[in-house]
């Protein structure tokens, strides 16, 4: 089993920045993929960003540029680093990770945290 614990979440004005972080604990594997999905009021929950071991990163086009997704394999914590930030980037932010281990296909989900971005 794999509990995510997430933290960084608040209010922050827009063009201001939030450092989201998650952290990874039981078991978890040597390879696998964490990353960042939001979900707006109303909205489906979707992508922001993904980041393998090996640090190959894939980005939702809204956020390229502004969002940096990193991680630190020996803490299994990854951050989301949110400069520039709007108001549609307000949403409960989840942190995932996924991993494949002899054929079967392992997802974790953290609890949320909410993002809000004020005018």
């Known amino acids: 089993q794999v509990q995510l614990v997430e933290s960084g979440g608040g209010l922050v004005q827009a063009g201001g920045s939030l450092r989201l972080s998650c952290a990874a604990s039981?078991?978890?594997?040597?390879?696998?993929?964490m990353g960042w999905y939001r979900q707006a009021p109303g909205k489906q929950r979707e992508l922001v960003a993904t980041i393998t071991t090996s640090s190959s990163t894939a980005y939702a086009e809204s956020v390229k540029g502004r969002f940096t997704i990193s991680r630190d394999n020996a803490k299994n914590t990854v951050i989301l680093q949110m400069n520039s930030l709007k108001q549609e980037d307000t949403a409960v932010y989840y942190c995932?990770?996924?991993?494949?281990?002899?054929?079967?296909?392992?997802?974790?989900w953290g609890q949320g945290t909410q993002v809000t971005v004020s005018s």
């Open positions: 039981g078991s978890v594997f040597g390879i696998n993929v």
């Open positions: 995932n990770l996924n991993q494949d281990r002899w054929g079967t296909r392992y997802n974790y």
